[in-house]
Structure formats: C-alpha cells, structure tokens
C-alpha cells in the first residue's frame, strides 16, 4: 500500500540553525500540506502546495518558513533559522485532490531545537 | 471562529463498551468533517469522514453523528477493542480550503 515517508524521523538541531524536513509524498499525488504538532497539542496546519506553489497558508508559516519540490518526488520544508518553540512533530501529508478529500499522512519528523 | 474543540481529553473503556468522542465547531463555512486515528509513532490516519447533508455515517463499528443546527458531531465506537486504543482527532475543513482544523485530540485506552 503507497504511504507517504518523511526522514529523518528525528532532528536534533541548536537554535538558530537551518533544518530542512523531507518527505516522499504518494507517487501519484498532487496536493502536499505541512502540519505540526507541539507535545501535547494539537494538530497545527501549516501550509499546502499545489502546482509547483503555494495554495493556503497558516500565520504560523512566516519567513523562516519555505517549501519546495525540488525534484518530481520530495517536498521539503526548511525552517531557516530554529527556535526552541519550533520544537515538535512535523507531518507531511498528501492527497490526490484538494479540498474535502482523504489526506495521508506520514509517521513524521519529531524536531528538537536546543 | 477556526477551533475545532473535542472532548473528552482522555477516555478509558473496557473492551465491548461504547466510547463516544465529541466536537463542536463554531465555523458555519465548515463542510468536511473527518476523524483520524494515530496510533504512538504514526501519522494521523484517516478512520471515517462525513459532510452536512447527512446525519449519520456508519462504517464497520465506527459511527458519526452530525448535528448541523448544534454545530456538533460525535464519533461512537461500537464494541471497542483493545486494538482501538489511540488518540482520536476530529478535524474540519471548509469549501475553497486545503487545511485541516484539528481538535485537540482524545486518548482512548480499552481494557480487556
């Protein structure tokens, strides 16, 4: 059964640091979203990318945020410069549509900032 | 007007009870409402989904009820088994939206 993969599954990084969050999406998907979870809480959304861009965003997702395809299989997400509040789960998912259809998910990458 | 809550934070059954997850949404533009089911070390997976035009969504002994007027829906598991023992999200999402509005998340434990 296709699922989706992120790696690594756990980053440990120092504050002020760039980390950069892969994922393999499901092959023949077409709409890849970034969600994270702080421990303890809930399931925080913070972006979708459709068509090479970006399609809806969270306040969350400022500048020290990016995404990008780079290749016709990964999605990245790059936090430029790590907080100690950017420490959490971070969850890629896709779908093969937008909007009211099944996201899949990934086992997420557990990020640590020290 | 985004929030999505979801009570309770933590339930305990025994196995054969009737769990019953509830949330409630104040986002009239909501139009997709979806529960997901994480097991420790997983990504959140998808169990059963439901829209406003109907009432109740049965599959296997997984169970929504939707409540327009109240802004409400519940998920019942019917004769709950050790196995189902996990966090339980309801989310929503609304028309022209790619994001899913998580609630917060119930911890279900079945005992044998």
């Known amino acids: 059964e296709p699922e989706v993969t992120q790696t690594p599954s756990h980053q440990v990084t120092q504050m002020g640091q760039e980390v950069i969050l892969r994922c393999v999406p499901i092959?023949?998907?077409?709409?890849f979203y970034w969600y994270r979870q702080i421990l303890g809480q809930k399931v925080e959304f913070l972006v979708s990318?459709?068509?090479?861009?970006?399609?809806?965003k969270s306040e969350i997702f400022d500048d020290q945020f990016s995404v990008e395809r780079p290749d016709g299989s990964n999605f990245t997400l790059k936090i430029r410069s790590t907080k100690l509040e950017d420490s959490a789960m971070y969850f890629c998912a896709s779908s093969s549509l937008g909007g009211r259809t099944e996201q899949f998910f990934g086992p997420g990458t557990r990020l640590t900032v020290l | 007007q985004q929030q999505v809550k979801q009570s309770p934070q933590s339930l305990i059954v025994q196995k054969g009870g009737i769990p019953i997850i509830n949330c409630a949404y104040e986002n009239t533009a909501f139009d997709y409402f979806p529960w997901y089911q994480q097991f420790p070390g997983k990504g959140p997976a998808l169990l059963i989904a439901?829209?406003?035009?109907?009432s109740e969504k049965k599959e296997g002994r997984f169970t929504i009820s939707f409540n327009k007027s109240a802004k409400q829906f519940s998920l019942h598991i019917m004769d709950s088994q050790p196995g189902d023992s996990a966090t339980y999200f309801c989310?929503?999402?609304?028309?022209?939206?790619?994001?899913?509005?998580f609630g917060k998340g119930t911890k279900l434990s079945v005992i044998p």
């Open positions: 989310a929503a999402s609304g028309a022209g939206s790619y994001q899913l509005t």
């Open positions: 439901i829209r406003p035009d109907v």
């Open positions: 990318f459709y068509n090479n861009e970006i399609s809806e």
């Open positions: 092959s023949n998907h077409l709409y």
